[in-house]
């Protein structure tokens, strides 16, 4: 069955330190792939999406994302992070069938320590 | 400026009544989506519409209805036959499929 998969339900780091959040997928052909995050009692924000070419691709607030076809991972980073980073994480896959549904992710709760 | 806009913020209504979510966005966007959001859950498919006066069920339609006459709205309606209706609701659109999704600031829902 298709599927996208977020190992870690929660993550804490220090403020500064580097956050890799994790994301993978199970689908049948190379899909499109994207990032969001969400503060507490809001929607849901873009962060970054892949379609296809470079594998690693750059988003808002200094996050970015590598894709890796032999891993079907998805994992977002980004070097320092930020007090303000703190929010909910969604990996969420569209499978390229030009109906445009995304399935999401379960989540991953970022806490940043001071 | 742009965007989505999701009205109320909060709804409550007593078990056994419908009601209607309003969304509306300015965004000229073609698909539409309702997403469901329960605490510790990803996000789950209600209802999507690529096209106005179509539209197609998610994973979880069941007691849901919506409706599709201006390309502007997209009202869903939870009906008195959806079991467990007290969550968050989510819509969201997109100018075309691969190009991701902005979403609304979401309609808490609680029934008693």
């Known amino acids: 069955a298709q599927s996208v998969t977020q190992p870690d339900i929660h993550i804490t780091v220090s403020e500064g330190a580097s956050l890799e959040l994790r994301c993978n997928y199970s689908y049948g052909a190379t899909p499109y792939l994207f990032w969001y995050v969400q503060s507490p009692g809001q929607g849901l924000q873009l962060l970054l999406k892949?379609?296809?070419?470079?594998?690693l691709v750059q988003g808002i607030k200094g996050f970015e994302a590598e894709f890796k076809r032999s891993q079907s991972s998805f994992n977002l980073r980004k070097p320092s992070v930020h007090w303000s980073d703190a929010a909910e994480y969604f990996c969420a896959v569209d499978p390229n069938t030009n109906a445009g549904k995304s399935t999401f992710g379960d989540g991953t709760t970022l806490t940043v320590k001071p | 400026d742009g965007g989505i806009t999701q009205s109320p913020k909060y709804l409550f209504r007593k078990e056994g009544q419908n009601v209607t979510l309003s969304c509306e966005q300015n965004?000229?966007?073609?698909?539409m989506y309702w997403y469901r959001q329960d605490p510790g859950q990803g996000l789950r498919l209600i209802y999507y519409s690529q096209i106005v006066n179509d539209f197609q069920k998610g994973d979880i339609a069941e007691g849901y209805s919506v409706s599709r006459e201006k390309k502007e709205s997209f009202p869903l309606t939870v009906t008195s036959a959806q079991k467990n209706p007290t969550a968050f609701y989510l819509c969201?659109?997109?100018?075309?499929?691969?190009?991701?999704?902005?979403f609304g600031s979401g309609t808490r829902l609680t029934v008693v």
């Open positions: 965004l000229n966007h073609d698909a």
């Open positions: 969201a659109s997109s100018i075309e499929y691969s190009n991701g999704y902005t």
């Open positions: 892949y379609f296809s070419g470079d594998t």
